[in-house]
């Protein structure tokens, strides 16, 4: 039987909806409340304008690569071409973490959102982990979950943009919902005080943005599969982040408008409050809920697809172990590098939240360090390879990407001590720091074992624009 190969087979609207249903997720469901319980209504929509700008200016800087070179991996690639084996190797190394991360912990947001519409359905304890209960039944809907997630994605990219396309769609819908009832049904009156806590309050909520932004990078992963000229998957790439922005802002808007603040901060869940005060029935909170947990589909779905052809991207260029780099004689798919990351969705809810919660929070570290080395690439290839091919070219390239630096440089000090979010002593350190030793040892494996070979196979790719030749 013969090997598979990346299909291009992506339309312009599943590219979109792949990169705009990563960054929506849940978290517009479950933090919008406390957003503007922070910062006020009109604090948090400025910070998140001013965390969008950041972002922005980080995507562009992916737009120009990923339009250049349109081969699976992304970061992989475009640090390698830049920075060598040791700058790839960090690189995709750090974003594999972040993405393993985050399906690991859908395969956990799902049984736990579950409970909005099902209450008290968990049964059958099994266990305490760091302080958290795991039932049979909470923890059997994520492992059903991740088997799902998992099935769909090794069927093929196909399948896989054909459920980010649809479910997207029901989240904006419900989106659009939302913000059309508050417009009719809310009081400008309800968003007094507009501030709350000044620069401190709008500071609050700018260190979360980030976080709530990532997901456009999974373009630039399956760029092999995308079937448009490659100026579009940069522009699509952009336009991916500006819906980002506006979706948190009108949300924002949104339960603002039809809820004053005392009632916000009382409310567990604001956003699907919101909802069913907008419509009058407490149908239309459930259906948001519903959407809340669409936005976890997508982000799992998005992550799945990017995490697996990074591992995949690293195996090929013998990184990591070559069976990784195996492909799916039919769907085409990177089948082990899916089950790879599919098994560790599967066993995630087996120990709980808190400390999948810790995972999540390491891997957001990893997924900056990612944006950092990208910006550095962009700035290095500027002046190491003037003469690319740029169908998609940034204007004032040298200054968008020290922009772009500083600001990725800035956003992964939000990580590290004397931060108001800096990751968690012992534990989430401990997990940066297991990761760290363990890419350290493969590294080490693959300069022993394959010496050079990654520079050919790297060359090929670049010169073939595949990944996937033998």
């Not at 090997?3 to 990169?19: D, H, I, P, T, Y």
């Not at 932004?213 to 500006?242: C, H, K, N, T």
């Not at 190491?384 to 200054?399: D, Q, S, W």
Request: hydrophobic share 55%; charged share 10%; net charge positive.
């Amino acid at each position: 039987m013969s090997a598979g190969k990346f299909k291009r087979v992506l339309n312009g609207k599943e590219v979109l909806a792949l990169a705009f249903g990563a960054m929506i997720g849940w978290g517009w469901v479950v933090l919008t409340g406390g957003w503007i319980e922070s910062a006020g209504a009109a604090g948090a929509m400025i910070a998140f304008l001013i965390g969008g700008i950041a972002v922005v200016l980080i995507g562009l800087t992916y737009a120009e690569l990923a339009s250049a070179m349109p081969l699976t991996g992304g970061e992989h690639v475009y640090s390698h071409r830049a920075l060598g084996m040791g700058g790839s190797f960090f690189c995709t190394w750090a974003i594999i973490l972040g993405y393993i991360s985050v399906v690991a912990f859908e395969a956990v947001a799902l049984p736990t959102v579950i409970e909005h519409l099902f209450p008290n359905y968990k049964i059958g304890l099994l266990w305490n982990v760091a302080g958290w209960d795991v039932y049979f039944t909470w923890a059997l809907v994520g492992v059903a979950g991740a088997i799902a997630m998992t099935w769909i994605n090794i069927r093929g990219i196909q399948a896989s943009a054909f459920l980010q396309k649809v479910v997207t769609l029901m989240i904006m819908v419900v989106g659009i919902m939302l913000v059309t009832g508050s417009l009719f049904n809310g009081e400008t009156s309800n968003m007094e005080p507009l501030f709350v806590n000044g620069a401190k309050g709008i500071l609050t909520v700018l260190i979360m943005t980030p976080f709530m932004f990532v997901g456009f990078d999974v373009i630039p992963q399956a760029a092999e599969e995308i079937d448009l000229p490659y100026r579009q998957i940069g522009r699509i790439l952009v336009l991916s982040v500006f819906m980002a922005v506006a979706w948190y802002v009108l949300m924002i808007l949104g339960v603002s408008l039809l809820m004053p603040p005392a009632q916000t901060a009382s409310s567990s869940l604001a956003t699907a409050d919101a909802m069913t005060l907008a419509f009058g029935g407490g149908w239309a909170g459930k259906l948001l809920v519903v959407a809340g947990i669409g936005g976890i589909l997508t982000s799992w779905n998005a992550f799945l697809v990017g995490g697996s052809r990074a591992v995949y991207a690293m195996a090929h260029a013998r990184m990591l172990p070559s069976f990784l780099g195996k492909m799916h004689p039919q769907y085409n798919t990177p089948v082990n590098a899916i089950l790879l990351i599919g098994a560790l969705s599967i066993i995630a809810p087996l120990f709980g939240r808190k400390t999948l919660v810790w995972l999540v929070d390491a891997g957001g570290l990893g997924i900056v360090i990612a944006y950092a080395t990208v910006t550095l690439s962009f700035l290095v290839l500027r002046v190491k390879e003037p003469e690319m091919p740029r169908p998609f070219k940034v204007a004032n390239g040298k200054l968008v990407g020290y922009c772009a630096l500083i600001l990725s440089l800035g956003i992964t000090a939000l990580y590290l001590p004397g931060s108001p979010s800096a990751l968690i002593w012992p534990y989430e350190w401990a997990i940066v720091l297991i990761w760290t030793v363990l890419g350290l040892i493969f590294y080490l494996w693959a300069r022993s074992t394959h010496g050079s070979e990654y520079r050919h196979i790297m060359r090929q790719e670049l010169k073939s624009g595949h990944s996937d030749m033998p």
